[in-house]
Every structure is written in C-alpha cells, then in structure tokens.
C-alpha cells in the first residue's frame, strides 16, 4: 500500500505500533485505511490516525488483521464504521505456473501497459477504474495519474476494444513477489474474461521482473475467479467500513 500512497500528490504513510496509516487521500473510504495488524497494537496510535482523517475530511476504513486487539471493533464502532466485511488475502506460491499455462486468452480485448506513449489513455483508465467499482467518474482520477504510473514498482494496465478501456489493473513490484491490485471491469464488459486475463499479464510481467509468489486481496466479485486461477486464501481479514 506504500506504493499506491506515495503515487498519489499528497498521499502518504505512517508506521506505528503495531498500526499502519496509508492515505491515497481520494474520496472513497478504501483509499484511507488504519491496517492493524499486530496483537499488541496500540490503540493511541490507532485513534491518533483516525483523528487525522476525520480532521482533513476524508473517509476511511479500518483493517483488521486476524489477532489483532479486541479493542478494533469499539474503535470502529464510534467512528461510524458499522458494516463489517470478510476480506481474504489471497497469495499464489509459483505464479510461472499460470503464466505458462494460463496466460491471457486470445479472444479478449489487447491489453497494454501504461507508458509514455500510451499516457493520453489515462482519463479513460481512471473512468473505467470508477466505473468497474461502481463509483462516479473522477473518483479515481488521481489514483491513475501521471505520477502513478510514473512510480518505480508501480504498472497500470488497461485492456483496449476499439478504443475503449474495457478492464483495468495495478501491478505493485516487491522484492521477490507481485502484487495484483485495483483489477475493475465496467458492468457492460463483464464476464468475457477480462479481469482475469489482465491478472495473467500483471503476472507474467511480475515474474519478468523477479517475483516468485503473487498476492493480492480479493473482492467478493473476484474471489472465485483467483480461486479458478490458482490463489489460495493466506489470511482472513476484515474490513470495518461507514454505514
């Protein structure tokens, strides 16, 4: 997530005990998380954090990472995160194997990675980004920006149908693994293989550049589809979001 907030103007991280503050700063509640991930976390640093975000406005969630304190679901219950959500962190242990067998289909759209000639396509990615996660345009406008792209270990990819962005997706390059983030399809586009077929490229990219193992976290729409693909479930978290 390191990467995803330094690749956004004013997006940022902080290290606490046991507690992580990432900020992309956009106005849906996903790109502005308190992580706790330890059992002795502190719960000071974790109120500090969501202090700040409530202070600049912006909308959050709170992750829970299993064992964490027992104190997370009060500290999100009186900030107004009520709904609670099973999110799986799902890894896969040789990700050349999908690349080899399980590579991009030859029926879908063309897909292509975002770079200096291709930059002119990023309004229509951050479109498609909103669209695929059912949120108004611009929402995600700067998440897919110069700068984004721009960002050493960071790739935005798009797959393209007559010049329309038909699915998109974010690969994050970590020492020795890749991470698959942000896969999102508009609704008109759906079930034609595209979300996985742009998984595929994101890992064979990955494995091009070293990873040995692959991660991400699974919406429940894709969740089967990176089950099909060879993902397993690592960990259980879960997510305290508003409402």
């Known amino acids: 997530m390191r990467l995803l907030a330094t690749g956004v103007p004013g997006g940022y991280q902080k290290v606490g005990r046991g507690v992580v503050l990432n900020v992309i700063g956009l106005p849906s509640a996903s790109t502005n998380t308190i992580h706790v991930l330890s059992p002795d976390a502190e719960r000071d640093d974790?109120?500090?954090?969501?202090?700040?975000?409530?202070?600049?406005g912006l909308p959050f969630v709170v992750r829970e990472r299993p064992g964490a304190p027992s104190w997370v679901g009060d500290l999100a219950a009186q900030r107004g995160l009520g709904r609670r959500a099973d999110f799986p962190i799902m890894v896969m242990d040789e990700p050349?194997?999908?690349?080899?067998?399980?590579?991009?289909?030859?029926?879908?759209?063309?897909?292509v990675e975002l770079d200096g000639d291709a930059l002119d396509l990023l309004p229509r990615v951050a479109?498609?980004?909103?669209?695929g996660n059912e949120l108004p345009r611009g929402v995600y406008d700067?998440?897919?920006?110069?700068?984004?792209?721009?960002q050493p270990g960071v790739a935005v990819y798009a797959s393209l149908a007559g010049g329309a962005v038909t699915s998109v997706g974010i690969r994050l390059q970590v020492p020795g693994a890749v991470g698959v983030f942000g896969i999102a399809t508009p609704p008109e586009h759906r079930r034609r293989g595209l979300g996985r077929a742009v998984?595929?490229?994101?890992?064979?990219?990955?494995?091009r550049e070293g990873a040995t193992m692959a991660f991400l976290g699974a919406s429940p729409m894709g969740f089967g589809i990176y089950q099909r693909l060879g993902f397993r479930v690592a960990e259980r978290w879960i997510f305290h979001l508003p409402g």
């Open 46 to 56: 974790a109120e500090a954090y969501a202090d700040e975000l409530a202070g600049a």
């Open 96 to 111: 050349t194997i999908l690349t080899l067998t399980a590579g991009p289909r030859a029926d879908v759209d063309s897909i």
């Open 127 to 131: 479109e498609a980004f909103a669209l």
């Open 142 to 150: 700067a998440l897919v920006g110069r700068r984004m792209v721009e």
């Open 199 to 207: 998984t595929a490229r994101i890992l064979a990219d990955g494995v």
